[in-house]
């Protein structure tokens, strides 16, 4: 008879490629708890010590403004289990993929009740507003581009009717017929 393949060929039990199958078997084999943090509430996520800031980011990060868990995060930073990089890393990680209507007024209410990491803060908040910067100026050079190519092109048909224009004035047709056919005004034919 043949191997039913399936999407894992090979043997997904653990225990069978560790040098201790029974440490395996009783690491890897009995039932373990797992924890939904999205139902607990965030008092008690802050009782988890070392974890706190990583379960709060977890539980809100899809959340539609994070500056309502600004307490709740200076709480946490304020136990003192986390240090400056990952303090950063995890700023950085809330305002990629987090949502706040005013980042910068986020910050700004952080630095407040974290006064220590203020200058951590700010620096992320000046980064974020350059970055705010050069994407305006590149939508700007791109609406620039954009605009000066539907002048260019509305100039290089303006163009094109006059030279139409004079080539029927030269053939004897009537500046309004040419008028009419071109739509160019009295005005812009005169000089024709």
Not at 2 to 19: E, G, I, N, Q, Y
């Amino acid at each position: 008879m043949k191997k039913r393949m399936t999407s894992t060929p090979h043997d997904a039990v653990f225990k069978r490629f560790l040098r201790h199958p029974e440490t395996a078997k009783t690491l890897y084999g009995c039932p373990f708890t797992l924890i939904d943090v999205t139902v607990m509430p965030d008092d008690d996520i802050v009782q988890h010590r070392r974890v706190a800031l990583l379960e709060l980011m977890q539980k809100h990060i899809r959340q539609r403004d994070l500056s309502g868990i600004t307490e709740s995060l200076a709480a946490v930073v304020m136990l003192g289990y986390t240090n400056r990089r990952q303090l950063r890393m995890l700023f950085h990680y809330m305002l990629q993929y987090g949502n706040t209507a005013e980042p910068g007024v986020f910050l700004r209410r952080l630095a407040r009740r974290l006064p220590q990491y203020e200058e951590t803060l700010m620096s992320i908040a000046q980064k974020l507003k350059q970055e705010g910067r050069q994407e305006g100026r590149q939508e700007g050079r791109l609406e620039g581009r954009e605009e000066g190519h539907q002048e260019g092109l509305q100039e290089g048909s303006r163009r094109e009717a006059l030279r139409i224009a004079g080539s029927m004035l030269q053939n004897g047709l009537d500046k309004e017929m040419v008028q009419k056919i071109t739509g160019l005004s009295a005005d812009e034919l005169q000089p024709l």
